[in-house]
């Protein structure tokens, strides 16, 4: 026991003395691009607060709905992107953003069961709010091609585990004893809707 | 067992030290913003208590006041916040934010058991001015969205708090040391109040 304890922390202090900064050589080198594009959005608050308030709301109605949107999203981000990038459209203002963060707060508290066209339609429109968005950043060096497809695998990625993650939370509600994450959903509703209310006063307020 | 603690806790710590930060590129206020969002339903004493005060009233009401309240509350308190954005007055602030401290762990004092419609009115009132004190800082804060987040985050783990603390309810030992907790919160609520009318320093 003693000899292993005494082996672990010599290992550990050897990691420790020589850390060093990684050099992530791959950024810097031609698929650079693909990173710059799945990184933005993620780096964005803006970004991460709408994505993830869309996939527990798609997430909270159910598989059978939620899956369109797997494909419906990430294809509205490349729509968005080429649709920003030809028409120099790039956003619709601090007003529509937190127009949107309000509408699926307010949705997702309200628990109302959308429709599956609706519910495509709100996700595609968003995903082409969003790619426009993250057109603006685009510098006449980037390689579009691969910052699209980071994007919109980014955008996959992102919405799919968090509908998964929503959909695994409330499966387990089988019993009215865990009638709680339901609720616990609707909670987070709430406060995204509280976000978003405060966001349209301020954009209405400057 | 032992055994197999020390060396994960030795990877564990290698793990941690070894993280370096990551550079967010962008937004540069966001850390900032939201650390301000967070800390600020939590470093005033008064508001604490009677965010805790709402959960536990709460859960000593039962359903529907336990699941309304935590979904409801943030949206009322952000009509408050956005008078505050607006810089709209409300009458006496401080003192009205005090008063809800008071009423709030009164009520949980006495188990006041108000019909459901009274009980939110109550707690409606008390959320846009409670909301109004958090909105007023928003737009001059490093990351207005980033603060915006902080504080419905923080505000919404005080209620979690609260209906947590008010499970005890459960047993009659708890039930008695909640309603001992409720006394408590307005004895604090009692003195912001002398405070913010001046008659303490």
Redesign the interface.
Known sequence: ?RY??AR??I??AT??AS?Q??DAHIVASRLGDFYTGALHPL????DL?LWAAMGVLAGSLGASRGRWLVLAFPLGLLAGLVLGRASGFVSAGPAADAGMILLLG?LL?AAVRIPTALLCAIAFGLAVMRGAANAGDLGPETNQLLYAAGLVCAGYAAITLTMAATLAFRRAEAGTSMA?RG?AI??V???I??????????AL?? | M??RV??RL??A??AL??T?PAF????VG?AGGLASGLLHPLTGMDHLIAMVAVGIWGAQLGAPAI?VL??????V???G??LG??RIALPVPEAVIALSALVLGAAVAMRLRLPFAAAAVVVAVFAVFHGHAH?AE??SSA????Y??GF??AT?LLHLCGIMIGTLTRWPVGGRLIQGLGVVIAALGCYFLAQSLGAVA
């Open positions: 026991m292993r304890f672990a922390s290992a550990t990691l420790v850390a900064a990684a780096t964005d608050l803006q607060i307010l508290a709680w609720i609707r909670a509703g709430g406060w809707a509280a976000i978003g209310i405060m966001m349209v006063g301020l307020a400057s | 032992s055994s020390f060396p030795a990877v710590l290698a030290a070894l370096q967010a590129h962008e937004q966001v699941w935590p979904i409801t509350f943030p949206v308190m952000a009509f916040g956005v954005v607006l909105g928003l737009p990351n207005p969205l980033a915006g987040v419905v985050v919404g």
